[in-house]
């Protein structure tokens, strides 16, 4: 059974940081491309960052230079290090395991930026 746990979300002041984690299980961790997406209601799910397996990192325009992702395969975590929040940042996150069709989520984490 496939699980993707995130946690390390909360409420923050603008400007300050959070990190988040995602712990999987029931996959081969090293070979999948991880993620993180975030949603706000009513609005579509978007992507806040990859990391492939050989660590190459993609971003979306509005966290570039702010957010940091990253992965460590012996403990089958990947990692948002999210720097200078803003309020807009406010919304849940999710984590995102994916390998050509297999395609899984977590069950998000909220994150609450205060100005």
């Known amino acids: 059974q496939v699980q993707l746990v995130e946690s390390g979300g909360g409420l923050v002041q603008a400007g300050g940081s959070v990190r988040l984690s995602c712990a999987a299980s029931?996959?081969?961790?090293?070979?999948?491309?991880m993620g993180w997406y975030r949603q706000a209601p009513g609005k579509q799910r978007e992507l806040v960052a990859t990391?492939?397996?050989?660590?190459?990192?993609n971003y979306a325009d509005s966290v570039k230079g702010r957010f940091t992702i990253s992965r460590d395969n012996a403990k089958n975590t990947v990692y948002l290090q999210m720097n200078n929040l803003k309020p807009e940042d406010t919304t849940v996150y999710y984590c995102?395991?994916?390998?050509?069709?297999?395609?899984?989520w977590g069950q998000g984490t909220q994150v609450t930026v205060s100005s």
């Open positions: 995102s395991a994916l390998l050509t069709r297999d395609n899984y």
């Open positions: 029931g996959i081969m961790f090293r070979i999948y491309t």
């Open positions: 990391i492939t397996s050989g660590r190459t990192t």
